[in-house]
């Protein structure tokens, strides 16, 4: 079990990311942080992979502290999806899920890279389990869409068999069916291996469609915490309203940005003429 105790997080600029939070998240099942852009959904994240410490609180994973100190525990029991997806374009599509076991192998065996059947058995289950086809297996993972690159990341977030899976904007660069089917296999790979998904989402549609359970965060706070089905219409409308907030306040800071030089320039009158 992941637990959020009492968690806040302040750069060291004074910006407050994350304010007491307190979530208890179940062994499996596939949870969804939304919340527009700035609420705090990749601090929260980044603390459980200890990328970030919190500035106060504490997290746990099955009753471990989730600190510096225990980075090789963090290591073997979390793994992450990144948007960036981070796969080795001139590899295999198996060699890169394989890769997945790196954090847990030995010494020689992330230096010569050898992988024992049972590892590649494993490595085509997990490419089975998210829908790519055998005859993908050799190819360059440079050679596959986006969709399906995006496939291969989550089989090879999988390998080690971790406790907790980390989806930081999964579905951010496909199209609507592609999201969906890659949201699908995220959640059928996470069902299948047991393990908890922590997956940050902007779009609500995709939240109510696919989380166990929902985490809405406003400006590092909590907003809404429950299944999809007790996300009511109030409640989303409330959601949608702080999106529409956020994007208008950006929109008005980049166009005073445009309208408000920092050094106006004067125009001598010879170069106006020229
Ligand atoms: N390293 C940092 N230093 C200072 N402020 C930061 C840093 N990282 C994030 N922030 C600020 O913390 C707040 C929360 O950022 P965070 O990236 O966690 O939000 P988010 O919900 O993941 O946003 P997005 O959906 O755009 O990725 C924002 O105001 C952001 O500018």
Redesign the pocket.
Known sequence: MLIFDNVSRI???G?Q??KEVSIRLEKSGFCVLL????????????MVNGLVEPSSGKIYLDGQPLEKKNLKMIQRSVSMIHQQLYLVPRLSVLSNVLTGVLPQAGFWLSMIKYFPVKDQQRACELLSEVGLEEKHLVRRASELSGGQQQRVAIARAFMASPKVVLAD?PVASLDPAMSRSVLNSLKTAAQINGAAVLC?L?QMDYALEFADRIIA?RD?EVFFDGPPSEMTADVQKRLYAIERENLDKQHSQSSETIKEPAQPRIVKMKEASA
């Open positions: 750069y060291s600029d910006t990311a994350v919340g527009p852009s700035g609420a705090g959904k990749s601090t929260l994240m980044n904007e940050t902007h965060l590092g």
